[in-house]
């Protein structure tokens, strides 16, 4: 069992920055790959960013490339998000997401939901203009 909690949700005005952290415990961190994921109000959830298992590699939506850095320490046990450059249309509870089965070495994509066991409950991010 993997348990993530995500924290570092706000209020930001747009072109500001934010740094969302989730906090994992239950199983080694350093054994799996995560994900971040976000839905606004009315959308279907999308995907955000994804890290390999000892970060050497990351992945971005279209959307946030160039503005969103996705990282972990695996000496903390923690994955984060830092969000510069924020849009409105970032608006959106973000949510953390680990590959502890290990289904992206066994043909998933990093970008699919179903790639990922288990989930945090969100932390909400807001981005008034």
């Known amino acids: 069992q993997v348990h993530l909690v995500e924290s570092g949700g706000g209020v930001v005005q747009a072109g500001g920055s934010l740094r969302l952290s989730c906090a994992a415990s239950?199983?080694?961190?350093?054994?799996?790959?995560m994900g971040w994921f976000r839905q606004a109000p009315g959308k279907e959830r999308e995907f955000v960013a994804a890290?390999?298992?000892?970060?050497?590699?990351?992945k971005y939506a279209d959307s946030v490339k160039g503005r969103f850095i996705i990282s972990r320490d695996n000496d903390k046990n923690t994955l984060y998000l830092q969000m510069d450059s924020l849009k409105p249309n970032d608006t959106a509870v973000y949510y953390c997401?680990?590959?502890?089965?290990?289904?992206?070495?066994?043909?998933?994509?990093?970008?699919?939901?179903?790639?990922?066991?288990?989930w945090g409950q969100g932390t909400q991010v807001t981005v008034s203009s």
């Open positions: 997401s680990a590959d502890v089965d290990l289904g992206y070495y066994s043909g998933s994509y990093y970008y699919q939901e179903e790639l990922y066991d288990y």
């Open positions: 239950g199983r080694v961190f350093s054994s799996y790959g």
């Open positions: 890290i390999s298992v000892r970060g050497a590699t990351t």
